[in-house]
């Protein structure tokens, strides 16, 4: 089994920072592509950041400037830091972790169980 935790969501006001970080534990060969994606009410699931396994990294347009993924290989886990945070990044945020168990099988998608993201004054 594979399992993805999130942690360092919350509530903070416009301006403010916080800290994501999604940990990828279990039965592990290697991990290759990992992302943020969110979900605001009534909306669909959608990409925020991606990285590489190599540490290429990739964003939406709106959280350009403002969002940094960055991850650790050897603990496997991936961060993101959100800077100047806007109301309407208020999300349910969601790790995704590209897992290849064993080399009898592909890589496989897994996610993470969603961390609370407010935005609020």
């Known amino acids: 089994q594979v399992q993805l935790v999130e942690s360092g969501g919350g509530s903070v006001q416009p301006g403010g920072s916080l800290r994501l970080s999604c940990t990828v534990s279990?039965?592990?060969?290697?991990?290759?592509?990992m992302g943020w994606y969110r979900q605001a009410p009534g909306k669909q699931r959608d990409l925020v950041a991606t990285?590489?396994?190599?540490?290429?990294?990739d964003y939406i347009d709106s959280v350009k400037g403002r969002f940094t993924i960055v991850r650790d290989n050897d603990k496997n886990t991936v961060y993101l830091q959100m800077n100047s945070l806007k109301p309407e990044d208020t999300a349910v945020y969601y790790c995704?972790?590209?897992?290849?168990?064993?080399?009898?099988?592909?890589?496989?998608?897994?996610w993470g169980q969603g961390t609370q993201v407010t935005v609020s004054s």
């Open positions: 995704n972790a590209r897992v290849l168990r064993t080399l009898m099988e592909g890589p496989l998608p897994y």
């Open positions: 279990g039965s592990i060969f290697r991990i290759y592509a």
């Open positions: 990285i590489t396994r190599e540490g290429s990294a």
